[in-house]
C-alpha cells in the first residue's frame, strides 16, 4: 500500500486488479464496502483494459484526461466485485500529478486511488498529513509535496444517456457533449 499526491489530495494506491490488496484499502480507511473505489489508469488503453469504453466515454477522455475527472463505466468481468462494490462499475481517471501518472506507469496495470484518510475525516494534502492518519500502517508515502486540495475529482456515469454527474467537483459540468 502507497500513499500519493494527485491533483488534489493524497490518495492510497493497491494494485487494483488484485482482491486482497483492495480489502487492505478497505480497512485501513474503514471504509463501508458499499462504496466503491476510485482507479487511476494511465491511458485509453489501459481504460479499455478494465471497463468497457462507449464512444461518448472516449470524446470525454480526449478533452478531460488527464485530469480531475472520473467517468464511471461498465467494468470487466477481472475487476474484483469489492473494487466496484457490487455494482459492475468502476471509476476511472487518468491523473495529471507527475508522481500519480508515473506510479500507474511504474506499476504497467490500475491502481486505486481513495483519498488517504480514515472515512469520514478531512483527506490531507501533505505527506506529514497522510503520516498523522497511517503512521506504521501503510509501507509507503511518496512524497510530491503538498497537493491543491480544493475540490475532489468531478464523477460522470456514462453508463447511462444522457450522462448523470454524480459529484460535482474540480472539473465543471456540464461539459459540451456530456
Not at 99 to 124: K, M
Not at 149 to 171: F, H, K, N, Y
Amino acid at each position: 500500500m502507497v500513499a500519493f499526491p494527485t491533483e488534489t489530495f493524497y490518495g492510497l494506491a493497491a494494485a487494483a486488479l488484485d482482491p486482497v490488496s483492495v480489502r487492505r484499502i478497505f480497512e485501513l480507511k474503514g471504509r463501508p464496502a458499499s462504496k466503491p473505489l476510485l482507479v487511476l489508469v494511465d491511458s485509453m488503453a489501459m481504460a479499455e483494459s478494465v471497463a468497457h469504453v462507449s464512444n461518448p466515454a472516449l470524446a470525454l477522455m480526449a478533452r478531460c484526461w488527464p485530469g480531475a475527472l472520473t467517468l464511471v463505466l461498465s467494468a470487466h468481468a477481472k475487476v474484483p466485485s469489492d473494487v466496484t462494490a457490487g455494482t459492475g462499475t468502476l471509476g476511472l481517471r487518468v491523473s495529471s500529478h507527475p508522481v500519480a501518472r508515473g506510479l500507474v506507469e511504474a506499476l504497467g496495470e490500475p491502481v486505486t486511488a481513495p483519498s488517504a484518510n480514515p472515512s469520514g475525516l478531512e483527506p490531507p494534502t501533505t505527506a506529514e498529513g497522510v503520516l498523522a492518519y497511517f503512521a506504521d500502517k501503510i509501507d509507503l508515502i511518496l512524497d510530491g509535496g503538498p497537493t491543491a486540495g480544493g475540490e475532489p475529482s468531478t464523477v460522470l456515469d456514462v453508463t447511462v444517456d444522457p450522462p448523470r454527474v454524480i459529484r460535482q467537483g474540480a472539473v465543471r459540468l456540464p461539459i459540451a457533449g456530456a
